[in-house]
């Protein structure tokens, strides 16, 4: 069985952007982390409707992606109506990467360039792709890493 020993978790602002677009949900055994589309109207909206979907979220007897994908659909339509209720809202969007962890697997829901990684004996490993027109690029060799 895998044990969660420790988790944190921190956003940053960074340099290009006067508002904070990120919002996390943390309860052992499900994490998220969303971050609303630079540039779109009211990304941070959008990313705090994702990461709420997750808190009223009651586990079930479905399978585990069956349950992350079931949240992730809530997350969308949450934000798709209020986008169409409100105009300032309208084009509004976030990522979302989401992990559940049971037994001796993980289990993610992924859309957009959020990443999760695994931290392990001091290295880290991607565990996701990017949903982005780099990452494309960059799979269908059009592109290099360095680029």
Same mark, same amino acid.
């Given at each position: 069985?895998?044990? !969660?020993? @420790?988790?944190? *978790?921190?956003?940053?602002?960074?340099?290009? $952007?006067?508002?904070?677009?990120?919002? *996390?949900?943390?309860?052992?055994?499900?994490? =998220?982390?969303?971050?609303?589309?630079?540039?779109?109207? =009211?990304?941070?909206?959008?990313?705090?409707?994702? =990461?709420? &979907?997750? +808190?009223?979220?009651?586990?079930?007897?479905?399978?585990? +992606?069956? *349950?992350?994908?079931? !949240?992730?659909?809530?997350?969308? &339509? $949450? !934000?798709? $109506?209020?986008?169409?209720?409100?105009?300032?809202?309208?084009?509004?969007?976030?990522?979302?990467?989401?992990?559940?962890?049971?037994?001796?697997?993980? &289990?993610?829901?992924?859309?957009?360039?959020? %990443?999760? *990684?695994?931290?392990?004996?001091?290295?880290?490993?991607?565990?996701? &792709?990017?949903?982005?027109?780099?990452? @494309?690029?960059?799979?269908?060799? %059009?592109?290099?890493?360095?680029?």
């Amino acid at each position: 069985m895998l044990r !969660i020993v @420790e988790y944190a *978790y921190r956003t940053d602002t960074g340099r290009q $952007r006067n508002a904070n677009e990120d919002a *996390y949900f943390a309860s052992v055994p499900l994490f =998220a982390v969303a971050d609303g589309m630079g540039g779109a109207q =009211a990304g941070e909206v959008a990313s705090r409707l994702a =990461a709420e &979907s997750f +808190e009223p979220a009651q586990r079930g007897e479905e399978s585990p +992606e069956a *349950y992350l994908r079931a !949240i992730a659909r809530t997350a969308n &339509s $949450r !934000i798709h $109506r209020l986008a169409q209720a409100d105009s300032s809202r309208s084009g509004m969007g976030t990522t979302l990467t989401a992990a559940l962890v049971e037994d001796n697997e993980v &289990s993610f829901a992924h859309v957009g360039d959020s %990443r999760a *990684y695994l931290f392990r004996g001091g290295e880290l490993k991607l565990l996701t &792709s990017d949903h982005s027109l780099v990452e @494309e690029l960059r799979r269908q060799g %059009r592109l290099t890493d360095e680029q």
